[in-house]
Nanobody
Framework: EVQLVESGGGLVQPGGTLTLSCAASGFTVSSFPMSWIRQVPGKGLEWVAT????????SYADSVKGRFSISRDSAQNTLYLQMNSLKPEDTAVYYC?????????WGQGTQVTVSS
């Protein structure tokens, strides 16, 4: 059974740093593209970042480019999102998902709140 479980969310001050984790089971994260997506309450889903399989090519939304970094640890079978220089507009529920143009499995989400 494929499962994705996010952790690491919380309350952080503007300018702060937070690292999200997404523990995968039932498949190998290095064999698939993996993505982070976020949702602000009352708004639609926003793609944040993707790491491709194979050469680990990464892509980022313009809103987070230069501040966020997506990576994965094959030994831990875990996906990460390091978030630096956080802004209030980064407040959202963050989801990890398997895939890129088609996202076939999602985690339950973790809340990130950026506020002073």
């Amino acid at each position: 059974e494929v499962q994705l479980v996010e952790s690491g969310g919380g309350l952080v001050q503007p300018g702060g740093t937070l690292t999200l984790s997404c523990a995968a089971s039932g498949f190998t994260v290095s064999s698939f593209p993996m993505s982070w997506i976020r949702q602000v309450p009352g708004k639609g889903l926003e793609w944040v970042a993707t790491i491709d399989s194979g050469r680990d090519t990464t892509s980022y939304a313009d809103s987070v480019k230069g501040r966020f970094s997506i990576s994965r640890d094959s030994a831990q079978n875990t996906l990460y999102l390091q978030m630096n220089s956080l802004k209030p507009e980064d407040t959202a529920v963050y989801y990890c998902a398997r895939g890129w143009d088609t996202l076939d499995y999602w985690g339950q989400g973790t809340q990130v709140t950026v506020s002073s």
